[in-house]
Structures are given as structure tokens and as C-alpha cells.
């Protein structure tokens, strides 16, 4: 039950954080809202982009201490989206491959 109180209290405190994240980059609460071809998600896309991030921050740094969770929490759910880029480029140097970034810099420009 430890892990799943973990888990429910990053959920709570990364989803703020990413609502705050959102207001600070924006300037104001973004509504959800439909166009023709593309569905906008507003500050619900924050909200979950922090939850899922501190989730994942959670998990893999298994803190020992509340407070530690909460800080945790708090940084990963301000700054969701580079904690989920970072996953992401730990996952491509675990497999092997080059990251994305190397890939770019290494291709020659063309003529």
C-alpha cells in the first residue's frame, strides 16, 4: 500500500504543478476547445503531462521520505514535459541506439 499512496500523492501534487506550469507559460487558464481538425486541450493537457511525469519520477527514484516525494513531485510535475523528454532519452541509450539529438548533429548539411 506505500507505493500506491506514492503514486496518489504524485498524482495530486505533479497534476497542480502542471496546472501552475501552465498558467506561468500561458499567462491565463486555457479552456479546452474544439476546431474543425484539431482538439486543443488547454491546461488538461498540463495537468496530465505533470501527473504522468511525476508518476514516472516516482516510481523510478522510489523515495524513502515524504519529503522527498513531495519534492519529487514538485519538480517533475513544474517541468512535466523535459522529465518525459529525459525518459525518453534514457529508454533510447538503454536500447542501444544513438539519441535523437546526436543523430542531428552528426548529419552532414547538404550542398
Given at each position: ?18 496546472i ?71 529508454r533510447?541509450?538503454n ?17
Amino acid at each position: 500500500m506505500k507505493m500506491l499512496h506514492q503514486v496518489l500523492i504524485a498524482c495530486v501534487i505533479g497534476g497542480i504543478m502542471g496546472i501552475l506550469g501552465h498558467v506561468k507559460k500561458r499567462g491565463r487558464l486555457e479552456k479546452p476547445r474544439m476546431t474543425k481538425r484539431f482538439i486543443y486541450l488547454g491546461f488538461l493537457e498540463d495537468w496530465f503531462i505533470g501527473m504522468t511525469a511525476s508518476i514516472l519520477l516516482v516510481l523510478s527514484a522510489d523515495p524513502d521520505s515524504g519529503i522527498q516525494l513531495v519534492i519529487l513531485s514538485i519538480i517533475s510535475g513544474y517541468g512535466g514535459e523535459a522529465v518525459l523528454r529525459s525518459f525518453d532519452f534514457v529508454r533510447e541509450l538503454n536500447s542501444g541506439g544513438e539519441p535523437a539529438e546526436s543523430k542531428r548533429q552528426t548529419k552532414t548539411p547538404p550542398e
